[in-house]
């Protein structure tokens, strides 16, 4: 038996299903036309949205990383929650005009920008997060030639990493942003070039679970910036403090306490250097806000037994959740939490491993997961589903297409 | 300083930049409009398809399976050149049925086939390869509504495995086929109910680079097989025999010796036991046939230096080459073969790493390089790219969208 990780609160059961939005997982099936099917919860992530406001000092921006899910419903609905939208490209770029995002809210990080994408947001007045002295060059002549100012945040790479983060995007060599030291040149001259000056993107990490690992970066971002500021010789319009708050996939994972990081990012802004007194500050979530509110689910088209082992075989898989099935990123592969979504308050009786309907080892859902006795027709739930998932896997693999997806 | 792959043979230089075709990457790119762009040599294919005929026994059949690379053009040429079409999906049904395949010589294996694909590909005539008993009595079924006569042969999951293979499919408890002791009576069942009995189909594994690996796992089929067919009384009209040859990605890896395992395919097939006097023997080759093919062009749209290390930051990414990123069945990351191809005769001088586009560390496409001297503008090719490149990434990731493809 391997554990399963932790079922994010929120999630109930009705008639023994398991519900979203007060509908089973029968019903949203129905619904949405079959399976397999990602069911996003509006409500869990107005509740997400508004604890995290209520924890955070009020002066504190709150930006969506629409690359956790850029599902249309899902974007425009954070994109009336959270006060900006960091985009990673040009086709982001497009998805958030088409929804109707103001672009002078929209900021735009990314390592490599194309010309086609520079020139697009530089267009619509989009802030572009600067990851090198090339790029702002580009973006400079780019900009002349369409005879507009460009606005530029530079994106730094800190000295310092995020301990414990999933992914660390900061701390020695990067692709990403430019090095701490070369910042002040770098700012120094594209303000002489005329582009406006929009501040700095300080982003080191993602996916921490410990409070006190990310109140230690945001102080660290906090000194670095005001450092920063004064060897600029500008003081900075927005400061993006960058994301990292986790959530927790696995067994054993601890949700993170954001009162705690709240309070010390509060104490932190009470007594803030001078340079600060016109600056905007802002945190840049994507997968916190929406990560939990999001389940995956499949069907069972066949339960067979193979030496003893048996097998739930469902329509979803790898191609939806390549994350859940342990190969994005992932050394040793654990399980997410999961369960049989129409048997949800039944009592687990058996070991089964979930697997998806490709035709390769690696399509697997949950291994040796102790469940209730399920069988062909039964819906498999994967919570966490909300962020990287549809748009993060690989869905024309062996020809079976994307999911149905729908906000509740 | 970390070593590149093998560049497979048959790729050359013309005025300097790599070749497919005969066409510089260049002008490639300029003919398919821009990059990121996979192209596919179709004499490369048609050359390892003549020198795989010369060296397998004719009596052997060669199919091939869609899977590594379903790309229309690509898939009309193998068709052509292959004896029969192996499938995962309705989907893969679909696009060789548009691409002009009779269904007669297609077969279906997949774990988790959904009533729907069981139902298509009954009325196409095409050839179930049967999962579990659960999905015979569903196909049964279904073809019963239809008053059709199903195709059925029987995927076994052998007691072996294929030594050395990347990925197993055999041996012990596996979510493929029917474990090798229940395959007689299901056989008989499935016979007396009506179903045209088309044989077996054993696929113990895949990506084996060790001929005698697959002498021994090819041995051990053909006395599964035998000692199956006897015991379900029946002979077999066809035996696949599966696939699991594999190519060289990485540094050291060696070709596999075709030629050595034709020979002892030829002995085997010249003592046969009378139970395979009227069988049809097939091997099912994918990444085979068209990995080696393909090559993978992207821009370098960044130069830049981060601490001392040099990256370049291309157009392309994950997003098209998740199993060179290292983030697709992968424990420990090793660069596939790579080169500057606009540079592509020149001298290595420096150490770079070359990346993707996407915001996430994630994203690398070669660590530690020594690639010559390149910057803006350049061209990087990822070889072994014609299977489970463009079809098995997530192209929507951040936003970014497929690839161009062509075949030359």
Redesign the interface.
């Known amino acids: 038996m391997k554990p399963l990780g932790p079922i994010p609160a929120g999630f109930g059961a009705v008639d023994g299903e398991l519900a979203v939005g007060g509908f089973t997982a029968s019903q949203l099936v129905k619904r949405a036309g079959g399976t397999p099917l990602f069911v996003y919860s509006a409500e869990m992530m107005r509740q997400r949205m508004a604890r995290l406001r209520a924890a955070m000092p009020p002066r504190l921006h709150v930006h969506y990383a ?2 956790a899910n ?1 599902y249309r419903p899902v974007l425009e609905l954070m994109a009336g929650l959270a006060d900006g939208l960091d ?9 958030a005009l088409e929804a109707g995002v103001d672009p002078a809210r929209i900021s735009f ?7 086609e994408e520079l020139q697009a947001a530089i267009t619509h007045g989009v802030t572009l997060n600067i ?5 702002a060059r580009r973006a400079l002549r780019i900009a002349d030639a369409l005879s507009l100012t460009p606005r530029f945040a530079i994106r730094v ?1 800190p000295e310092f990493e995020l301990r414990g983060s999933g ?3 900061g701390g ?5 942003g430019v ?1 701490a030291d070369r910042v002040p040149a770098l700012a120094r001259e594209a303000i002489a070039a005329g582009a406006e000056w929009r501040g700095l993107h300080i982003f080191s990490g993602s996916q921490a679970l410990d409070a006190e690992a990310i109140i230690e970066t945001q102080a660290n971002v906090l000194t670095l910036a005001q450092r920063l500021a004064e060897e600029i010789g500008a003081p900075l319009p927005l400061l993006n403090m960058g994301g990292g708050f986790g959530i927790p996939y696995f067994h054993g994972d601890q949700p993170l306490d954001i009162e705690r990081i709240g309070a010390a990012l509060n104490e932190r802004f009470e007594t803030l250097a001078g340079a600060f007194s016109q600056t905007d500050f802002a945190i840049e979530l994507g997968r916190y806000l929406v990560g939990e509110a999001g389940v995956y689910l499949a069907r069972i ?4 037994d ?4 048996t ?1 739930l ?3 979803g ?1 790898l191609h939806h959740q ?1 994350a859940a099935s342990g ?3 992932t ?1 040793v592969r654990r399980n997410y939490p999961a369960a049989i979504a129409t048997r949800f308050d039944a009592e687990p009786v058996e070991e089964a ?1 979930i ?8 399509d697997r859902l949950a291994d040796q997961a102790l469940v209730p006795a399920a069988g ?1 027709g039964d819906l498999v739930a994967i919570f966490c589903a909300g962020a990287y998932g ?12 994307p999911a149905r997806e729908m906000l509740v």
Chains 1, 2 share one sequence.
């Not at 697997?355 to 690696?362: F, K, Y």
């Open positions: 629409m690359k850029p985009i990673a490209s040009g086709g982001e770029l497009s998805l990080a990314g390592p490599g920008k194309r010309d990851e090198s002295a090339g790029e790479n992914m660390k995007m020695g060599a990067k692709p990403f090095d088209v066949d339960r067979k193979s030496h003893g082992t097998y075989v469902t329509d898989g390549l190969n994005f990123g050394v491993n697997v998806g309907c490709l035709c390769t080892p690696l062909e549809a748009s993060a896997s690989p869905s024309a693999f062996l020809g079976q297409g």
